[in-house]
């Protein structure tokens, strides 16, 4: 079993960046994919981005790509997500997830075990 605790979230202006963080504890972080999701008021959790459990496959959601970029540090269990270029239509609480298998189909999130919290993110224009 994994706990995950996200934080970096916070108040930025359209245009601005921020780094999300995702400290995981328990066993085997590294044979965990991982994945970021998002969930605005009044809307569905959405996809953000995805990463293998070595780092050599990633994934993103076209409303974010060319913008944030996934990665992780398996000796600090901890992924990350960089976010730059931020506009408005980004606020959302942003979450972090683990699957301690290969999602099938990860834009679903179905298939990651474990979630944080989440951390919220909010773009003023």
């Known amino acids: 079993q994994v706990q995950l605790v996200e934080s970096g979230g916070g108040l930025v202006q359209a245009g601005g960046s921020l780094r999300l963080s995702c400290a995981a504890s328990g066993r085997a972080f590294s044979r965990y994919f991982m994945g970021w999701f998002r969930q605005a008021p009044g809307k569905e959790r959405e996809f953000v981005a995805t990463?293998?459990?070595?780092?050599?496959?990633?994934s993103y959601a076209d409303s974010v790509k060319g913008r944030v970029t996934i990665s992780r540090d398996n000796a600090k269990n901890t992924v990350y997500l960089q976010m730059s270029s931020l506009k408005p239509e980004d606020t959302a609480v942003y979450y972090c997830?683990?699957?301690?298998?290969?999602?099938?189909?990860?834009?679903?999130?179905?298939?990651?075990?474990?979630w944080g919290q989440g951390t919220q993110v909010t773009v003023s224009s």
């Open positions: 997830a683990a699957s301690s298998g290969v999602p099938s189909t990860p834009v679903l999130g179905t298939d990651f075990n474990y």
């Open positions: 990463i293998s459990s070595s780092a050599i496959y990633t």
